[in-house]
């Protein structure tokens, strides 16, 4: 049970280079999250996905495009990347989205992104 | 949207016990107020989750008072390897999960 995992752990881009970021879970959790950590910050969602077939914008979703290709994967994609998304990505899974309580997410070990 | 207010930063000593006070107004009657704790290079991972009054587990406790517009974590005779970063959150009320930039624990011999 591997949990969530990432890949990359680490990628470097020149500016308007694109990339995809790829994001597993073996938990048969129904919702996805990918956020954003930049140095010395909090987390920022970019993008989440209630249910496998819908994503929905988080609070930084510009320059950013998801896709839920199944339960357990959940992509991230630069198309044209920029210095400002050079940051931490971090991708994350709950049973459901919220719940009563809250669903506990369960964390990847996070993909290291430069963008030069 | 439920937004938190937690201290920048504290300072503490191995064994001592440290109080983490998060301040949520806005919470909504259906909310929980959850913990994570992340350390340096790694995602953040949950640490308890409380509705009201206390919740107790083998990391830490979780105090709520009966407004529920804050929050306490305790963490018992913490040690180094406490040294991380505290968020609390409250949801589900909101889908835009917001962790803020949570409170960095130092732990010193």
């Known amino acids: 049970n591997a949990g969530v995992t990432q890949t990359p752990k680490f990628q470097v881009l020149k500016t308007g280079q694109s990339m995809t970021l790829q994001c597993a879970q073996d938990?048969?959790?129904?919702?996805m999250y990918w956020y954003r950590q930049d140095p010395g910050m909090g987390l920022r969602l970019i993008y989440y996905s209630a249910s496998e077939g819908t994503t929905d914008k988080g609070e930084v979703p510009n320059g950013y495009n998801v896709s839920r290709l199944n339960k357990r994967e959940f992509s991230l994609r630069l198309e044209s990347a920029a210095p400002s998304q050079t940051s931490v990505y971090f991708c994350?899974?709950?049973?459901?989205?919220?719940?009563?309580?809250?669903?506990?997410?369960?964390f990847g070990p996070g993909t290291r992104l430069t963008v030069l | 949207l439920a937004k938190t207010t937690q201290p920048i930063s504290m300072d503490s000593y191995e064994g001592q016990e440290v109080n983490i006070t998060c301040s949520h107004n806005?919470?909504?009657?259906?909310?929980?107020i959850t913990w994570y704790q992340q350390f340096p290079s790694q995602g953040p991972r949950f640490i308890i989750q409380g509705y009201k009054t206390k919740v107790t587990n083998e990391v830490a406790s979780l105090f709520i008072p009966a407004d529920r517009k804050s929050s306490t974590l305790s963490l018992p005779r913490v040690s180094l390897s406490d040294t991380a970063v505290y968020y609390c959150l409250v949801g589900p009320n909101t889908d835009k999960l917001i962790f803020g930039t949570g409170t960095r624990l130092q732990v010193f011999p």
């Open positions: 994350a899974s709950s049973e459901e989205l919220g719940g009563d309580p809250y669903n506990e997410q369960f």
């Open positions: 938990m048969n959790h129904n919702s």
């Open positions: 806005n919470i909504a009657t259906n909310d929980y």
